[in-house]
């Protein structure tokens, strides 16, 4: 019963920290989407800017990496991205989890992740309006593919310093341990060997 207690308190633990890594990854990058499209707009009544895109979505992306920035109408259905088509699974996104992020749900808000159908991740929207007129939404994910590449790299170089550290700690312990016991071991045999080195004929007993 306490084996099973403690599995479910330390996956809740996990649940719960993992909920508050994306709830900061999406605040930070909260406002993403809206500077974007703040930048110039990417569709209006002539249709959607391809090369404004290119240059604003280029533009993000160097500043931080992690970013995917796709357009989408205003039924979630995308319109354009910067990525292999391979690479792009989904042609709509839930545009109801973009609702629920712009009316300011609590975070984190997840949404889809077009480049892994059936996964949720955290993103930032911004919807794309001219003269009032609402065109469709720039969805920037923030904790895609990209990001958990990195997170992974970094993961991997953790561990893998972790385990240097453990092992030259093991080896410093069995060092030490080692010591510890020949201290011990020999200890009698040099009393002994003083005992024998000072006996006089004539003493009753090596001195114990």
Same mark, same amino acid.
Request: no cysteine; aromatic share 10%.
């Given at each position: 019963m306490t084996a099973v207690l403690g599995a479910i308190l330390i996956s809740l633990s996990q649940h719960m920290a993992r909920q508050a890594e994306l709830a900061a990854l999406q605040g930070i990058n909260r406002s993403t989407a809206m500077y974007i499209t703040q930048q110039a707009p990417l569709i209006d009544s002539a249709g959607l800017h391809e090369q404004r895109l290119t240059e604003l979505a280029g533009r993000a992306m160097v500043i931080n990496p992690a970013l995917e920035i796709y357009v989408t109408d205003t039924r979630g259905r995308i319109l354009s991205h910067r %990525?292999?088509?391979?690479?792009?699974?989904?042609?709509?996104?839930?545009?109801?989890? $973009?609702? #629920?992020?712009?009316? &300011?749900?609590?975070?984190?808000?997840?949404?889809?992740?077009?480049?892994?159908?059936?996964?949720?991740?955290? %993103?930032?929207?911004?919807?794309?309006?001219?003269?009032?007129?609402?065109?469709?939404? $720039?969805? #920037?994910?923030?904790? &895609?593919?990209?990001?958990?590449?990195?997170?992974?790299?970094?993961?991997?170089?953790?561990?893998?310093n972790l385990y240097l550290y453990l092992a030259a700690a093991a080896i410093a312990g069995a060092v030490l341990v080692a010591a510890v016991l020949a201290f011990i071991l020999t200890r009698p045999l040099a009393r002994l060997r003083d005992d024998i080195r000072h006996y006089q004929p004539g003493e009753q007993s090596l001195r114990r």
């Open positions: %990525f292999d088509p391979a690479e792009v699974q989904l042609e709509h996104i839930d545009i109801n989890a $973009v609702g #629920a992020f712009l009316d &300011g749900t609590g975070l984190p808000a997840l949404g889809d992740d077009p480049q892994r159908p059936g996964e949720k991740t955290v %993103f930032s929207a911004s919807p794309i309006e001219e003269n009032g007129h609402r065109y469709g939404y $720039v969805y #920037a994910v923030v904790g &895609g593919q990209v990001y958990n590449t990195m997170k992974q790299e970094a993961r991997a170089l953790y561990d893998q």
